[in-house]
T-cell receptor, first 116, second 107 residues
Framework: DAGITQSPRHKVTETGTPVTLRCHQT?????MYWYRQDPGHGLRLIHY???????DKGEVSDGYSVSRSKTEDFLLTLESATSSQTSVYFC???????????????FGPGTRLTVL | ELKVEQNPLFLSMQEGKNYTIYCNYS?????LYWYRQDPGKSLESLFV?????AVKQEGRLMASLDTKARLSTLHITAAVHDLSATYFC???????FGKGTKLTVNP
């Protein structure tokens, strides 16, 4: 998994509670991404980071926030979880970005989140 | 807005047969990536295609890119059961993913 871990790997929570997912990398890659995967939708980008404290929104960012205080950690927070956020969440890293050399991304093992 | 379409979405094939998965995209890009995902697992990078006419091969899989047609193909030769997985293409910018093709290879 290219030195990427995610925690927790599984979580069940209730509607309205805050949830934070963590992505940790040991590759010292600059770029980090959060995706969600849902049946019939492939992977959709939630947020990404292009450096410490530098983040931007992806395609499906509503209801999510992120933070990156260290190169190796990228946190995804659901401020008030809803059932529509039940999904599998993947973190990814890349050495280069869009428009750079190439944007081959390497994925973490995933976190399965269920919001009841 | 970049849209990526894969077809077929489901593919059941017999061992030993050949088949092709197609990935069409809607706006100009010359960078395309193929990934494989086994059930309950993460995504594994298969191919990185970075220019028009690029062709990459690994074992029984061969990927190609035609940027003028905005089309990439993933060709499977003499399928074996171990190739059963879901295959995704993804196109820059920001890696927009197709919905995936679930491939099942039957004996």
């Amino acid at each position: 998994d290219a030195g990427i871990t995610q925690s927790p790997r599984h979580k069940v929570t209730e509607t309205g509670t805050p949830v934070t997912l963590r992505c940790h990398q040991t590759e010292n890659h600059r770029y980090m991404y959060w995706y969600r995967q849902d049946p019939g939708h492939g992977l959709r980008l939630i947020h990404y980071s292009y450096g410490v404290k530098d983040t931007d929104k992806g395609e499906v960012s509503d209801g999510y926030s992120v933070s990156r205080s260290k190169t190796e950690d990228f946190l995804l927070t659901l401020e008030s979880a809803t059932s529509s956020q039940t999904s599998v969440y993947f973190c990814a890293i890349s050495e280069h970005a869009d428009g750079g050399e190439y944007n081959e991304q390497f994925f973490g093992p995933g976190t399965r989140l269920t919001v009841l | 807005e970049l849209k990526v379409e894969q077809n077929p979405l489901f593919l059941s094939m017999q061992e030993g047969k050949n088949y092709t998965i197609y990935c069409n995209y809607s706006t100009t890009s010359d960078r395309l990536y193929w990934y494989r995902q086994d059930p309950g697992k993460s995504l594994e990078s298969l191919f990185v295609l970075l220019s028009n006419g690029a062709v990459k091969q690994e074992g029984r899989l061969m990927a190609s890119l035609d940027t003028k047609a905005r089309l990439s193909t993933l060709h499977i030769t003499a399928a074996v059961h171990d190739l059963s997985a879901t295959y995704f293409c993804a196109v820059e910018k920001k890696l927009v993913f197709g919905k995936g093709t679930k491939l099942t290879v039957n004996p």
